[in-house]
């Protein structure tokens, strides 16, 4: 869903460094600077300043056979993806921390990027790449991935975040400074973190961990893309959700999955803590603070026991 508060700015601007395939596709943009507008007629054009980002590589790269040129654009961020350097520039704008993840529209992002051949040189179309291959071998350009989105490390360099694994971190992920990918860590686009969070678990679509978490190792978040339903999970400030579980559900502040746990919403979870336990679906408690969820050694049922006071604390080496 895209938010719609009044206080959001409403259009996205930047100058940026368009590749070219030879029959004219836009392949992808990088954007040094996107910045916000509160009007889009308060696009000054092109960006002063811009210019030596770029000198000495626009033009004709003969070896991967693209052309680059500096092109500026204005976006409706409340209005679908419109083309590709569109697409590009919402995502930027996502890595520079200048939007948070579901407050823009992304409604027809994948229709208007192309999947590339992703290469140490640059993007260039998968029909191009098998053509040219002999001569790029020669000359060390190698592939590295083939998708519709790129390297995050190949267009933003986040502050104050560190990352094991450049492959593993999209373009359009959002990661505060304090925020520790591990190397088996993924954040996919349009999802991250907003405040110092450790990541050794993937971080789906969509998804965003608050403050001082942790996403153990082989954790999993479900997210919204390839038929995961329209819900968007949240992880609360100071939850950790341990090593190999996963949740289909919201946690609020101060919360703890243990290890192995899988949480779906429609998991029968017995709540304790009261007079008597009840037994609801997980998605009755999504969202809830201060909630350790466990499976019974003994009896095998997954169970919800209140808990008090903060959460887990990160190692603020790790996290400085």
Known sequence: ????????????????????????????????????????????????????????????????????????????????????????LRLHLLSHLLVRPNTISLE?????????????????????????????????????????????????????????????????????????????????????????SMVEGRISQGVVVGDGSDIGGGASIMGTLSGGGRERVRIGRRSLLGANAGVGISLGDDCIVEAGLYLTAGTKVTLLGGDTPRTVKAVALSGHDGLLFRRNSISGAVEAVPRRGVGIALNPELHA
């Open 1 to 88: 869903m895209t938010d719609t508060r009044d206080d959001h700015p409403r259009f996205g601007f930047g100058t940026g460094l368009g590749t070219r395939s030879a029959d004219g596709t836009l392949l992808d943009v990088w954007f040094p600077l996107p910045e916000l507008l509160e009007d889009a007629a308060d696009a000054p054009g092109r960006q002063p300043g811009i210019d030596d980002r770029f000198a000495g590589i626009e033009g004709e790269d003969t070896l991967l056979g693209v052309h680059r040129e500096v092109l500026s654009v204005v976006v409706d961020l409340a209005e679908p993806v419109q083309d590709t350097a569109d697409a590009y």
């Open 108 to 196: 027809g992002i994948f229709g208007h990027l192309p999947n590339n051949v992703w290469t140490n040189r640059g993007p260039i179309s998968p029909e191009d790449f098998d053509r040219l291959r002999g001569r790029l071998r020669t000359q060390g350009v190698f592939a590295l991935h083939i998708d519709k989105f790129p390297r995050l490390l190949d267009y933003v360099s986040p502050r104050g975040v560190r990352i094991g694994d450049g492959a593993r971190v999209r373009l359009g992920a959002h990661l505060c400074p304090g925020t520790t990918v591990m190397h088996e860590g993924f954040v996919n686009f349009n999802a991250g973190t907003l405040g110092e």
